[in-house]
């Protein structure tokens, strides 16, 4: 079955650098969710969408943008990074917004920053 | 604030024993809860779910989970561990009071299993 997909899987910047995430969610998922986990750290939850609109907001700095495009894929842009935002970045899609819908994760991307 | 504490963060078990991995929330109002288990490198894989009715909930690899609203515990067991069951566990809490999906997850316990 298909599943989430994040590209890419690694990604190396250097401090004060952009990046762009992507996130591709199983066919017919029209919500999207992105996570950060730090070494060691639980997931967090920085935002979500749900049919191309903003559905819910968590701990994501204002260097942080993202957006759903009309094939529901997600990218997160990431800007004037800094060391700490070296982290595991999750994207997890669900058929509907709501918890009876399951969420999906992908596999990540590994972010480093130096 | 709501929040999830997993007291232990490091768990090891002989292969074979039995395993319990303990979770409280705290929330004001019955919260969706959720285990999910996360091998080095994986993403997050969901092992069960609690949303209402029976408290004592099966999901997948032999996995059960029992909620006790009294406790505010959602602990996860298993009656006979395998090797391949080591790996980290996250268990999360979602906010019915939103609904839409946002999780908050636990600090997770890595589980090791010895041979």
């Known amino acids: 079955a298909a599943g989430v997909i994040q590209s890419p899987r690694h990604l190396i910047k250097e401090k004060r650098e952009t990046a762009t995430l992507k996130c591709y969610p199983i066919p017919r998922h029209d919500t999207v969710y992105w996570y950060q986990q730090g070494p060691g750290q639980d997931p967090q939850f920085l935002i979500s969408?749900?049919?191309?609109?903003?559905?819910d907001k968590g701990s994501i700095p204002d260097r942080f943008s993202a957006q759903q495009f009309s094939d529901y894929h997600s990218e997160l842009n990431m800007s004037s990074l800094e060391l700490g935002d070296s982290a595991l970045y999750f994207c997890a899609s669900s058929l509907r917004t709501g918890y009876n819908s399951p969420l999906h994760f992908g596999n990540g991307t590994r972010l480093t920053v130096t | 604030a709501q929040s999830v504490t997993q007291p232990d963060i490091h768990i090891t078990v002989s292969e074979g024993a039995s395993l319990e991995l303990r979770c409280n929330y705290s929330?004001?109002?019955?919260?969706?809860l959720f285990w999910y288990v996360q091998s080095p490198g994986q993403g997050l894989q969901l092992l069960l779910k609690y949303f209402s009715g029976d408290t004592l909930v099966q999901g997948i690899k032999g996995f059960e989970a029992e909620f006790k609203r009294s406790q505010s515990s959602f602990n996860l067991r298993k009656p006979s561990v395998h090797w391949s069951d080591a790996a980290e566990y996250f268990c999360a809490v979602g906010l019915g009071s939103s609904n839409t999906g946002k999780l908050i997850f636990g600090q997770g316990t890595t589980l090791q299993v010895k041979p």
């Open positions: 929330y004001g109002a019955t919260p969706y």
């Open positions: 969408f749900y049919e191309k609109m903003q559905s």
